[in-house]
């Protein structure tokens, strides 16, 4: 048997942690809302709060998708759903291209050139990379695109050195069937994508920039993302406050709330709230699931403590829309295991128990108002807040009714989130 020289064992090392990095960043989300996630931020939010100390670094553990609100647009609704699509096909894809190399490996069925692989060398990789997007999509923290995108290269150099090792051990067969077939697309797609790598003939700035361009192209587009998302949501602004809403069908609800606000701290019922400073107001239900993700309001919204996990995950990936789009009273029925017609009155967090209050047309919201710390002089409003520069802190959670503008109850919360100082979805 021929030695594996040291520097490809080294390059498979290297390929196979950066893969590893990736899933584990990706998978963040599942381990987030188990009963485990302290243990995992126990290693990893080190990380995160090393990197949100450096303006150069802090955008890593940002948001460039909408996770908690719905995505306001057509473009960013079907980029939410391609990821669960993606998510699934991809893992799918995955498990059929594994079982066909090893059930072929036991009976020694040869280079495997059947199924997709009569149409692409590696199909597996590619499987590997729709997975992975759909993962970035359904978390898309900046920290995981960007592992991503070295994943993307990672697998170029893997599957160049798996073909040099093909061609070593069968020769011309593989050389002919690498003529007939494309690397990861089928190859007429390939031969159009080929003719850019003449502009560097040389092999080594061939690949680096091969490299340069993957990065810019997958991270850039996050960016894009999170513009686009920035620039469709409908932010209200009131003196030196601004409210966006998690669900849609609030957005008509957000200058009025705004003023209830704005002359409750007039009148003395919000004290603490600086006339100096800005601050940014998250819209939502009162029984809201995700609320622990903006500030830590209450126990019933620490997710990991609701014993859901496979639930809320398999909602989540397979219903792309129904676990937002759903009225908040159901998921809180499922927690609970109730009816969800009253749900919100014998559940719900403002301790509101009206036999005839009816959970489609419940006037009662929660805005979660944090203080945002910037650098810029003057006030900021509208989705200037929202830069991944700033800083957000918790401050309140205000109850209000907003037909008649009573404010139920106001809520002091600590400077963190249910995930204690871990950086959450802004967006």
């Not at 290269?153 to 011309?172: S, T, V």
């Not at 680096?208 to 996050?222: D, E, N, P, R």
Request: proline share 6%; charged share 15%; net charge positive.
């Amino acid at each position: 048997m021929k030695p594996i020289s040291v520097r490809r064992l080294l390059g498979r090392a290297a390929g196979g942690g950066g893969i590893i990095v990736f899933f584990i960043a990706a998978f963040e989300v599942m381990i987030m809302i188990s009963p485990f996630a302290f243990f995992f931020y126990s290693v990893f939010n080190p990380i995160f709060k090393f990197l949100d100390q450096y303006a150069a670094t802090r955008w890593l553990t940002g948001f460039f998708l909408p996770h908690m609100v719905l995505p306001p647009t057509l473009p960013l609704q079907i980029i939410r759903v391609l990821g669960s699509v993606f998510f699934i096909v991809g893992a799918l894809t995955f498990i059929v291209c594994a079982l066909q190399i090893y059930v072929g490996k036991i009976f020694r069925w040869g280079a495997a050139n059947k199924g997709l692989y009569a149409f692409i060398r590696h199909p597996q990789y590619l499987a590997l990379g729709i997975w992975g997007l759909g993962m970035t999509i359904l978390w898309p923290r900046f920290i995981v695109l960007t592992t991503l995108s070295v994943m993307f290269i990672l697998y170029f150099f893997l599957a160049k050195d798996e073909e040099r090792r093909m061609l070593a051990r069968h020769g011309d067969s593989y050389s002919q069937y690498m003529k007939k077939t494309g690397m990861f697309f089928p190859l007429f797609l390939e031969k159009w994508l080929s003719r850019l790598g003449l502009l560097i003939p040389a092999k080594a700035p061939r690949y680096a920039a091969i490299s340069a361009v993957i990065v810019v192209l997958v991270v850039g587009a996050g960016f894009v993302c999170r513009a686009a998302t920035l620039g469709s949501i409908p932010f209200q602004s009131n003196h030196n406050i601004t409210l966006f809403s998690i669900l849609p069908e609030d957005n008509a609800s957000n200058a009025a709330a705004a003023e209830y606000i704005v002359t409750g701290h007039a009148a003395g019922k919000l004290p603490l709230l600086r006339d100096d400073a800005d601050y940014v107001g998250y819209l939502m239900p009162a029984d809201y699931i995700m609320q622990g993700m903006i500030a830590d309001t209450g126990g019933e919204f620490h997710l990991f403590k609701q014993h859901n996990t496979v639930a809320m995950i398999t909602d989540w990936v397979l219903n792309p829309f129904e676990h937002l789009r759903t009225s908040p009273s159901i998921h809180m029925a499922k927690m609970h295991n109730v009816d969800p017609a009253v749900a919100r009155r014998h559940h719900c967090p403002l301790g509101i128990n009206k036999p005839d209050l009816d959970c489609k047309t419940c006037p009662y919201r929660r805005v979660i108002i944090l203080e945002v710390h910037h650098t810029d002089g003057g006030h900021l409003s509208g989705s200037d807040l929202m830069s991944l520069q700033n800083t957000r802190v918790p401050v309140y959670a205000v109850d209000i009714d907003i037909r008649t503008g009573e404010i139920v109850n106001v809520i002091k919360v600590g400077r963190a989130t249910a995930w204690e100082d871990v950086p959450t979805p802004d967006i």
